[in-house]
């Protein structure tokens, strides 16, 4: 199982980023892939899912701001955020689960500083 993440970058306030979660080694279309992120001195927490049937689900904090999507040709999940704000920084990763092992991207780092 391999999960590789990229886009992140620095980006000034009220601007945008797309994040993709590239995954092989297991059947995409079977599983759920969520998004996470760590700040500066915080804990990891959730920022997004999609499941297998369009299941979605926000932390509140980006919802109206970050759209997840799937794409099953590539296996890839996408992660477009708008708006941002400083207090968006941090590593972005992304995760499967598969029979209860969590499996984890080395992570994208975003900066939102102007």
């Known amino acids: 199982v391999q999960l590789v993440e990229s886009g992140g970058g620095l980006v000034q306030p009220g601007g945008s980023l797309t994040l993709s979660c590239a995954t092989s080694?297991?059947?995409?279309?079977?599983?759920?892939v969520q998004w996470y992120r760590q700040g500066p001195g915080t804990q990891r927490e959730m920022v997004a899912g999609i499941g297998t049937v369009r299941n979605i689900q926000y932390a509140d904090s980006v919802k109206g701001r970050f759209t997840v999507s799937r794409d099953r040709t590539k296996n890839t999940v996408t992660l477009q955020m708008n708006n941002l704000n400083p207090e968006d920084t941090a590593v972005y990763y992304c995760?499967?689960?598969?029979?209860?092992?969590?499996?984890w991207g080395r992570g994208t780092r975003v900066t939102v500083s102007s």
């Open positions: 995760k499967v689960v598969i029979s209860g092992i969590s499996y």
């Open positions: 080694g297991f059947e995409f279309n079977r599983y759920g």
